[in-house]
């Protein structure tokens, strides 16, 4: 193997810590939505106000989570040599489903006398934004290489 050759070790993505970390902040935001929405909902539609806080964190959380888990999931194939066909279609089927699911409930629960749309609204947005936050503080806490070039040897004193 020669040098310009990257072996199966140097394969390996390095966005796997990065992903899973956003996954641990996205969780924990999650929860801090998921209460804070359940009282604020209580208090402006009651029971009708808690469900849909809950149903609107919980839509943020599976978002959040599929478009992850399928980065995760495609990281596996890094090794193979079909790792771009695998990655791509892997992660683009992974926001096909994400379409397809939001379609589906927005169909279900639009007009739903149980659920209060504004609560449920804002839900969906505190929980988008809290997972993009979620990224950035991941992204930024990380310690990830923008490139594989190697560095020259410090010169040796004479």
Wanted: hydrophobic share 60%; glycine share 8%.
């Amino acid at each position: 193997m020669t040098a310009d050759t990257p072996s199966s070790a140097d394969r390996t993505p390095t966005s796997t810590p990065v992903l899973k970390a956003a996954l641990r902040w996205g969780g924990l935001f999650a929860a801090i939505i998921l209460v804070v929405g359940a009282v604020v909902g209580w208090f402006v539609a009651e029971w009708t106000g808690v469900v849909s806080a809950l149903i609107g964190t919980g839509i943020a959380v599976v978002f959040m989570g599929i478009t992850a888990a399928s980065i995760l999931l495609a990281n596996r194939f890094a090794n193979s040599e079909a790792f771009i066909g695998a990655f791509f279609g892997i992660v683009l089927g992974g926001w096909l489903v994400k379409l397809i699911v939001f379609v589906v409930i927005v169909l279900v629960l639009r007009g739903q006398p149980w659920l209060h749309p504004m609560v449920l609204f804002l839900s969906v947005v505190a929980g988008v934004v809290a997972s993009l936050a979620a990224d950035v503080i991941a992204m930024t806490r990380s310690r990830v290489p923008y490139t594989d070039a190697r560095l020259p040897k410090p010169p040796e004193d004479v």
